[in-house]
């Protein structure tokens, strides 16, 4: 059986549903304002960068596809668009799963702004 949000509240006498679904549109929300972001600093005609949770995200057209790098390190995934791309990055960010990027910065003891200079 299916309800809706309100009705679900009813039935299980809390607000348990009403609370997720407000969750998931804050975070629809904040994915929007990502992609769509005015931070998004054009390289060149096929390369963009924006610094988020100190993570350099980058996009990059390399051999003619559209790729994903965070801090220096290359992701394996094509994208069709720019904007698939960055709202794959800011999934990646929100999930935690930079955290090793993060990492891995520090192990190198290699500053931010290297980072960005070098893109």
Not at 44 to 67: C, D, F, H, P, W
Not at 100 to 116: D, G, H, M
């Amino acid at each position: 059986m299916e309800v809706g949000e309100i009705c679900c509240d009813h039935l299980t006498c809390s607000e348990i549903a009403s609370n997720f679904m407000e969750s998931v549109r804050r975070y629809n929300n904040r994915r929007k304002r990502f992609a769509t972001s005015n931070r998004w600093t054009i390289i060149s005609a096929k390369n963009e960068y924006i610094v988020q949770a100190m993570v350099v995200v980058e996009l990059r057209t390399e051999e003619g596809e559209l790729k994903l790098r965070m801090n220096g390190r290359r992701g394996t995934r094509s994208y069709v668009d720019k904007l698939q791309a960055r709202m794959k990055a800011f999934d990646v960010i929100e999930s935690g799963k930079h955290s090793n990027f993060i990492e891995a910065l520090r192990q190198n003891k290699k500053p931010l702004y290297q980072i960005i200079n070098a893109v």
